[in-house]
């Protein structure tokens, strides 16, 4: 079975500094990794996603995670916060190779950024 | 226009009322999904259809139903509501071609029952 954890259901962090997001997984099959963004009254957006090859996924909006394998993480971060970042932020694996692509999510992490 | 719609966006309602929530789809994709958002829980699927005959259950599916009308549509009934299906539900689709590609969501329908 896979799950998803995420440590820390509310961030805080000032404009300009950098956002870091925890994320780590249980898979027993290869996992695809999966950011997503929720803004407010809005749907899940995708930010990045880990499928194969490199290890340093770069998404939309300047973040970027990184797949570790020997340690089950799959972080998010940003080097520098913006006020517009504030939003939650959901982890989801995927054990998906040539099938179904059911999602599991973690319990999401609040962002605020303050001035 | 938006390609997943999920109507209503928002509805109240009163325990034992049977409810539905409707969900379309215009990325001509096979699979769709449903999600209840709870804080604190994350998403958690509550039926998935992978073509208009394969409708299978989720993590949570006690006290829902579906149908898949067409491809593009999908739709959740709660046959008796009850207040802890008060959520945000969020419908998803996929593409089986791309099965790497990320589910793609609608903005969500919040429910309350009261």
């Known amino acids: 079975a896979q799950s998803v954890t995420q440590l820390g259901s509310h961030v805080s962090v000032s404009e300009g500094a950098l956002v870091l997001l925890r994320c780590n997984y249980s898979?027993?099959?290869?996992?695809?990794l999966f950011w997503y963004v929720q803004y407010p009254n809005q749907g899940l957006q995708l930010l990045l996603k880990y499928t194969t090859g490199a290890t340093l996924v770069k998404g939309i909006n300047g973040f970027e995670a990184e797949f570790k394998k020997s340690e089950t993480s799959f972080h998010l971060t940003k080097p520098s916060a913006h006020m517009s970042d504030a939003a939650e932020y959901f982890c989801?694996?995927?054990?998906?190779?040539?099938?179904?692509?059911?999602?599991?999510f973690g319990a999401g992490t609040r962002l605020a950024v303050h001035p | 226009d938006a390609d997943v719609t999920q109507t209503p966006r928002n509805r109240i309602t009163k325990t034992g009322k049977r409810i539905m929530l409707e969900c379309s789809q215009t990325k001509g994709h096979d699979r769709m999904y449903w999600y209840r958002q709870d804080p604190g829980l994350g998403l958690r699927l509550i039926y998935y259809s992978f073509d208009v005959k394969d409708i299978n259950k989720g993590e949570i599916s006690d006290g829902y139903s579906v149908s898949r009308q067409a491809q593009a549509k999908f739709s959740l009934s709660l046959e008796s509501a009850i207040p802890n299906q008060t959520a945000l539900y969020f419908c998803a689709t996929s593409d089986p071609t791309r099965p790497n590609q990320p589910q793609h969501f609608g903005d969500g329908t919040r429910l309350s029952i009261l």
């Open positions: 898979s027993s099959v290869p996992p695809y």
């Open positions: 989801a694996v995927s054990d998906q190779p040539g099938g179904y692509n059911k999602l599991i």
